[in-house]
T-cell receptor, first 111, second 115 residues
Framework: DGGITQSPKYLFRKEGQNVTLSCEQNLNHDAMYWYRQDPGQGLRLIYY???????QKGDIAEGYSVSREKKESFPLTVTSAQKNPTAFYLCASSLVYNEQFFGPGTRLTVL | AQSVTQPDIHITVSEGASLELRCNYSYGATPYLFWYVQSPGQGLQLLLK??????LVQGIKGFEAEFKRSQSSFNLRKPSVHWSDAAEYFC?????????????FGTGTRLQVTL
């Protein structure tokens, strides 16, 4: 089945630690995205990538980093510089001029 | 700057009743418009989209939406709600930069269905 996988589903981290969230797609989509979702705030764009080895900052990129070494993969690192990292993180992908497809999400909790 | 307003944070309807969720947008050009649905702890599923053409768009699960340019609205409707429709609904507006779409999401409307 084609789709987007995110792992892990739940992630716990101590303050001051970096953590990497995985996102993989087998839809052959060019573009991939990372969003952060907080209660009552909808989705906010962190980073997006149009092609391999290229990515752009979204609206809330501070404290996050990404890489796009393969078309299928777009991992997100939440660094210790992110002041309030506890949130639900969603990865998405799309073909040009088409809708975005979303993964099941990763819930990150900082202890 | 593009923006989306979903004025209703929470709506409760009885099963079998009709539903309309409101969405107003601000966008500088012809917008691409989307409605997504999210169950608790899950990802988003696309209900329907408007890119161009017929302003009344049909989607999955019996949903439809109408694009009204003069009112900058893209309201979601369903003639008869089922208990399984209880979820959170997001409206989104955007355009394209290169191969990527830049979407702005509303804050969502949580739908509760009473039996």
């Amino acid at each position: 089945d084609g789709g987007i996988t995110q792992s892990p589903k739940y992630l716990f981290r101590k303050e001051g630690q970096n953590v990497t969230l995985s996102c993989e797609q087998n839809l052959n989509h060019d573009a991939m995205y990372w969003y952060r979702q907080d209660p009552g705030q909808g989705l906010r764009l962190i980073y997006y990538s149009q092609i391999v080895n290229d990515f752009q900052k979204g609206d809330i990129a501070e404290g996050y980093s990404v890489s796009r070494e393969k078309k299928e993969s777009f991992p997100l690192t939440v660094t210790s510089a992110q002041k309030n990292p506890t949130a639900f993180y969603l990865c998405a992908s799309s073909l040009v001029y088409n809708e975005q497809f979303f993964g099941p999400g990763t819930r990150l909790t900082v202890l | 700057a593009q923006s989306v307003t979903q004025p209703d944070i929470h709506i409760t309807v009885s099963e079998g009743a009709s539903l309309e969720l409101r969405c107003n947008y601000s966008y500088g050009a012809t917008p691409y418009l989307f409605w997504y649905v999210q169950s608790p702890g899950q990802g988003l599923q696309l209900l329907l989209k408007y890119f161009s053409g017929d302003t009344l768009v049909q989607g999955i699960k019996g949903f439809e939406a109408e694009f009204k340019r003069s009112q900058s609205s893209f309201n979601l409707r369903k003639p008869s709600v089922h208990w399984s429709d209880a979820a959170e609904y997001f409206c989104a507006v955007g355009g394209y930069t290169g191969t990527a779409s830049k979407l702005t999401f509303g804050t969502g409307t949580r739908l509760q269905v009473t039996l």
